[in-house]
């Protein structure tokens, strides 16, 4: 298994992490995660980027950043958006950021094994793929449901206040 589906697995766990609840310590139950997100991707400072194909090798190298900038958005999710003691924005961040990280993850060492005429890794990383997704259509329902909601209470509201208008 190459360091990028060793990774998307690690987002796997993150992404159907549904965490557990906790005594805070106050006597309250706090949801907290129960997998460790996984660690910035490191490659070995010997490989040649120079090898491969350039828009690849950005991918590749655009990782980290990507990781970064999920921790930040899941940082923010937590300490701006939820709240305890279920922390449900937090949690939906966590799990949509790994989730595509996860994905980008597999979509690259597949282009780098067909690109390069690699041997396919003994792992065919379908049920990865699955997990994924699985992880993150079930936020994006979530989500959508959410704005439908939203937008029928709006619509109920507007009508409302118009109908008060009217009768002025």
Do not use: H
Request: aromatic share 8%; net charge negative.
């Amino acid at each position: 298994m190459c360091a990028l589906e060793a990774c998307a697995e690690d987002c796997a766990e993150v992404a159907e992490d549904s965490g557990e609840y906790i005594d805070s310590g106050s006597g309250e139950l706090e949801r907290e995660a129960n997998v460790k997100a996984p660690e910035l991707i490191l490659f070995a400072s010997d490989i040649d980027w120079k090898l491969f194909d350039a828009n690849l090798a950005y991918r590749v190298l655009s990782l980290p950043a990507m990781m970064a900038k999920a921790k930040a958005n899941i940082a923010f999710s937590f300490d701006q958006l939820s709240s305890p003691p279920d922390w449900e924005a937090g949690f939906e961040a966590r799990i949509i950021e790994y989730s595509l990280i996860g994905l980008e993850c597999i979509r690259l060492s597949n282009l780098i094994q067909l690109k390069y005429n690699l041997s396919r890794s003994v792992n065919d990383n379908k049920s990865t793929v699955e997990r994924l997704t699985r992880a993150r259509d079930k936020i994006k329902a979530i989500r959508q449901e959410a704005q439908e909601i939203n937008a029928a209470r709006g619509q109920r509201e507007f009508a409302s206040l118009s109908n008060q208008t009217q009768s002025k």
